[in-house]
């Protein structure tokens, strides 16, 4: 997935949530979040998590974890 991925929040008719992830190579949808909340942390972990696995200019550290 590149930097430039978008998050999309869709509120289902079944009082659930889904997350659409499109990166401009295909959507992708993380289903079955049962709140709004819910869905908006998970899109603010991913972008965290996906920023700590690679830091621009910056060489992945090995035997260190980071929470």
């Not at 709140?35 to 090995?62: L, V």
Request: with cysteine; charged share 20%.
């Amino acid at each position: 997935m590149s930097s430039n991925t978008t998050y999309s929040i869709i509120a289902k008719q079944d009082r659930t949530f889904h997350v659409i992830m499109d990166s401009g190579g295909g959507a992708k949808a993380v289903t079955g979040f049962g709140s709004e909340h819910e869905a908006t942390a998970w899109i603010e972990q991913t972008k965290r998590m996906r920023q700590m696995s690679h830091p621009k200019g910056n060489k992945p550290q090995t035997g260190k974890y980071c929470f």
